[in-house]
Each structure stands twice: as structure tokens, then as C-alpha cells.
T-cell receptor, first 113, second 116 residues
């Protein structure tokens, strides 16, 4: 139980385009999901907290207009990287909270050319 | 400031050998501590969770210890296998007043390589 999926697992896009990443809780409902970014050999850095039916809460330094988060249902949160640039290339991981614990997705590798 | 420090940063050992990874934290108040295994290009997977009153917890060949007084934890891997090659991340949950979202503070991880 408590499985979280992400789609796509990897994506390559051109600079200036937008990319949407999906995070789904497959066998449970999650009112709260989290989005992290991870650079090589670094730990996970929290970007934002996604709350179902309300606006996301962004961490300091994270541009909310660049990283759009939508949590329209209890099993799906999406992260859209708008006008992506090479510096946005990273590993994006989501997690969903259940029973006081966070369950992590497998991650999405974004490469912006 | 809540912090989680892990050592060593990286470690290379031969298959079949044992190893111990360290985690020191300053998170307060303390709720629980988890060790995660993260394979390259994958999300973290929980290995163990320990609360204040627990000193030792095992999960197969993984054994975690916790000393809440000194705010130290260790993860011992016995008879290492090639599949143990991964990053091991220590995550401490504290009070909402000091930790990150959901009260979590992440360590930077120990990158473990098992050589045949």
C-alpha cells in the first residue's frame, strides 16, 4: 500500500517551453502532497506544499509563477515548470502524506536544452 | 537552526563487508527519525523509523540505532550486497516550529558503493 507514482519518469524539452509533471497516490487519498527538487549528490530540497482544493504553499526562494502547482483531486497533484531554462534541469520528486508519513514518488528527471 | 548532518559523505566497501553510516541532528523538539534508501534516479524508500523511546530497529540486513540524548543515529548494513549501492538519507521529524514542511529536516545523504 501507499504507492505514489510520477509521470513522466524523464523529459527533455527545449528552453522556453513548459513541462507538466504529474504525481498520483495510487491506493490512498492525500490531501497534502509535497514537491521536492534534487540536484546531483544533494539531498531533497522542498519546493512547495500542495493542498487539495487550495493554493500551494511555496518555500522561500521558489517562484510560484514559474512552478505552478495544482492539486485538483485527492489523488493527483501537478507541477508545471513554465518557460523552462537549463538551470531548471533537475530531479523532481513528489511525496504524498498518509497516516503521518510521507511516501515518495519515483521522481522525474527534467533536462532542459 | 534544525540540522541533520550525515557522515561519511561517500563510502566504498567490498561486497560482503559490513558498514555503518552516521547521522547527527539538532532538530528540536524531536518526533522521529527515518532512514531512507534512494537508488540512483529513483525516489527515497523508507528503511526504518524510530521514535524517542526506541534504541534499535532492524529491517533485514539494516539495523538502525538511536541515541536521543546525544542526538545521534546510525545505520548498520550487514553482509553488504551489490544492490545496497545507493544513497542513504537520514530524515528527522521535529516540531512544526523549526523543521521544514511537515516538520521534516533532511540530511544530505551518504553515497554508498558496493564493489564486487
Amino acid at each position: 500500500g501507499a504507492v505514489v507514482s510520477q509521470h513522466p519518469s524523464w523529459v527533455i524539452c527545449k528552453s522556453g517551453t513548459s513541462v507538466k509533471i504529474e504525481c498520483r497516490s495510487l491506493d490512498f487519498q492525500a490531501t497534502t502532497m509535497f514537491w521536492y527538487r534534487q540536484f546531483p549528490k544533494q539531498s531533497l530540497m522542498l519546493m512547495a506544499t500542495s493542498n487539495e482544493g487550495s493554493k500551494a504553499t511555496y518555500e522561500q526562494g521558489v517562484e510560484k509563477d514559474k512552478f505552478l502547482i495544482n492539486h485538483a483531486s485527492l489523488t493527483l497533484s501537478t507541477l508545471t515548470v513554465t518557460s523552462a531554462h537549463p538551470e531548471d534541469s533537475s530531479f523532481y520528486i513528489c511525496s504524498a502524506r498518509a497516516g503521518g508519513e510521507q511516501f515518495f514518488g519515483p521522481g522525474t528527471r527534467l533536462t532542459v536544452l | 537552526k534544525n540540522q541533520v548532518e550525515q557522515s561519511p559523505q561517500s563510502l566504498i566497501i567490498l561486497e560482503g563487508k559490513n558498514c555503518t553510516l552516521q547521522c547527527n541532528y539538532t532538530v528540536s523538539p524531536f518526533s522521529n527519525l527515518r532512514w531512507y534508501k534512494q537508488d540512483t534516479g529513483r525516489g527515497p524508500v523508507s528503511l526504518t523509523i524510530m521514535t524517542f523511546s526506541e534504541n534499535t530497529k532492524s529491517n533485514g540486513r539494516y539495523t538502525a540505532t538511536l541515541d536521543a540524548d546525544t542526538k545521534q543515529s546510525s545505520l548498520h548494513i550487514t553482509a553488504s550486497q551489490l544492490s545496497d549501492s545507493a544513497s542513504y538519507i537520514c530524515v528527522v521529524r521535529g516540531g512544526y516550529s523549526g523543521g521544514g514542511a511537515d516538520g521534516l529536516t533532511f540530511g544530505k545523504g551518504t553515497h554508498l558503493i558496493i564493489q564486487p
